[in-house]
């Protein structure tokens, strides 16, 4: 009987899990990165507050080169998404 009751708590503790899965990767922000926007290097977040240098990038990466790649410095053109969101939005 104890092999059956682990197994019922295993499959609503993996069940939660996956809901919270969904829920937090639905509503959540593009990854940013401090970046110079004329050559992509990436700079210290403290250049992208209150009037440095640097802007904020949006989604892709951090090449070998240190530039950043395959995002956007427009946030709303890096679209999250997520397991079971819809990609509509208002504009």
Do not use: H, I, W
């Given at each position: 009987?104890?092999?059956?009751?682990?197994?019922?708590?295993?499959?609503?503790?993996?069940?939660?899990?996956?809901?919270?899965?969904?829920i937090?990767?639905c509503?959540?922000?593009?990854?940013?990165?401090?970046?110079?926007?004329?050559?992509?290097?990436?700079?210290?977040?403290?250049?992208?507050?209150?009037?440095?240098?640097?802007?904020?990038?949006?989604?892709?990466?951090?090449?070998?080169?240190?530039?950043?790649?395959?995002?956007?410095?427009?946030?709303?053109?890096?679209?999250?998404?997520?397991?079971?969101?819809?990609?509509?939005?208002?504009?």
């Open positions: 009987m104890a092999g059956r009751r682990l197994r019922s708590s295993t499959v609503v503790l993996g069940g939660m899990g996956l809901l919270a899965l969904t937090t990767s509503g959540s922000e593009p990854d940013k990165r401090c970046a110079d926007r004329t050559t992509r290097k990436t700079l210290p977040s403290s250049e992208c507050r209150s009037g440095g240098s640097g802007s904020y990038y949006y989604g892709g990466n951090k090449g070998g080169d240190g530039k950043v790649q395959g995002g956007s410095f427009d946030k709303s053109a890096v679209d999250r998404g997520g397991f079971g969101c819809s990609k509509s939005g208002g504009g």
